[in-house]
Nanobody
Framework: QVQLVESGGGLVQAGGSLRLSCAAS????????MGWFRQAPGEERELVAA????????YYANSVKGRFSISRDNAKNTLYLQMNSLKPEDTAVYYC????????????????????WGQGTQVTVSS
């Protein structure tokens, strides 16, 4: 089982920035895709951003498009989420996830089977 460890969460004022990191316990070349999810209290978990590990295709939820950027460093087996212009509604626990099964199509992020998950990191944005 792949182990994923998130870091970089914290408390930031609205308009500020944070960069989340997700370190994988093994070589990430076997992943088809990785993503960042978030879950706020009383809300369902939502996919915020995702990236295919080989082709570099990305997906962003409309709520974060233009503010968040997902990237990967294959040499470091690490996934990142750069979050800029943060808003109070971005407050949530953010989770890193990895999919091993192949992904296909232009809407690959909808069918990706994210089977490995990190423990989550809290992001709190104050107004």
């Amino acid at each position: 089982q792949v182990q994923l460890v998130e870091s970089g969460g914290g408390l930031v004022q609205a308009g500020g920035s944070l960069r989340l990191s997700c370190a994988a316990s093994e070589r990430t070349f076997r992943y088809s895709a990785m993503g960042w999810f978030r879950q706020a209290p009383g809300e369902e978990r939502e996919l915020v951003a995702a990236i295919t590990w080989t082709g570099g295709s990305t997906y962003y939820a409309n709520s974060v498009k233009g503010r968040f950027s997902i990237s990967r460093d294959n040499a470091k087996n690490t996934l990142y989420l750069q979050m800029n212009s943060l808003k109070p509604e971005d407050t949530a626990v953010y989770y890193c996830a990895a999919a091993i099964d192949p992904v296909y199509g232009t809407r690959w992020y909808e069918s990706a089977k994210f089977s490995s998950w990190g423990q989550g990191t809290q992001v709190t944005v104050s107004s």
